[in-house]
């Protein structure tokens, strides 16, 4: 019988431990908050794809 090169984990890939770790360092502080901040300001705005597109392609165009 051979070993698994790595180590198993005893916990289920979706066990409520894995779940609630939150954010393990700095960086991922930061972009939790960031999340946060954009999940808590408000309605979504409407836009098409087509619009999202036209505007990206604007920016880019217009980078020095």
């Given at each position: 019988?051979?070993?698994?090169?790595?180590?198993?984990?005893?916990?289920?890939?979706?066990?409520?431990?894995?779940?609630?770790?939150g954010?393990?360092?700095?960086?991922?502080?930061?972009?939790?908050?960031?999340?946060?901040?954009?999940?808590?300001?408000?309605?979504?705005?409407?836009?098409?794809?087509?619009?999202?597109?036209?505007?990206?392609?604007?920016?880019?165009?217009?980078?020095?």
């Amino acid at each position: 019988m051979t070993k698994p090169s790595t180590p198993v984990s005893k916990q289920p890939a979706s066990s409520p431990e894995r779940e609630a770790a939150g954010p393990q360092n700095e960086a991922e502080r930061r972009l939790q908050a960031l999340i946060l901040d954009g999940v808590n300001s408000g309605p979504a705005a409407e836009v098409s794809i087509a619009e999202l597109s036209a505007e990206l392609r604007q920016r880019l165009i217009a980078r020095p």
